[in-house]
């Protein structure tokens, strides 16, 4: 039994050890010094919409942060008490945790964006016309 025993600590020392010269092993498709991959134990989520002309999103946060990348068309944005910032393909912005901010099309245009979070949601409320139809920073 004793034997039985240290064969499996042995066993679960190496398999653990093992594991941690895999994932400090340095990635041939990395150059320049190591390249570490996070595991936080919070999984991303990644949305693909389309807004239409007008459409946004209503305020909210998201409690491990948002990135948001325009594919195609023009997005608007903002952070709450900041100006609407017009996004085009290609550009990204970064809301990090718990800001308060909206996204969607620009008025006149839609757009198409990935979405990055982690962790939950907080919705609040719509986003006036009046807030939507400022005029962006550029």
């Not at 990644?46 to 491990?64: N, Q």
């Not at 990348?69 to 100006?83: D, R, S």
């Not at 609407?84 to 198409?112: N, Q, R």
């Not at 719509?126 to 807030?131: I, N, P, Q, S």
Request: a positive charge.
């Amino acid at each position: 039994m004793r034997k039985v025993y240290t064969l499996c600590v042995a066993l679960g020392t190496f398999a653990g050890l093992w594991m941690m010269q895999a994932q400090e092993k340095q990635n041939p498709n990395f150059t320049g010094g190591n390249v570490t991959k996070l595991d936080e134990g919070t999984k991303a989520t990644i949305a693909h919409f389309r807004f239409d002309p007008g459409s946004r999103t209503k305020w909210h946060s998201h409690e491990g942060g948002q990135i948001i990348l325009v594919e195609e068309g023009v997005a608007h944005t903002q952070v709450k008490g900041g100006p609407v910032i017009e996004l085009k393909a290609g550009e990204t912005t970064y809301a990090g945790p718990g800001v308060v901010h909206w996204h969607g099309a620009a008025p006149d245009k839609g757009g198409v964006q990935y979405n990055v979070t982690r962790g939950g949601i907080t919705w609040l409320d719509e986003v006036t016309d009046k807030e939507f139809r400022a005029t962006p920073k550029k």
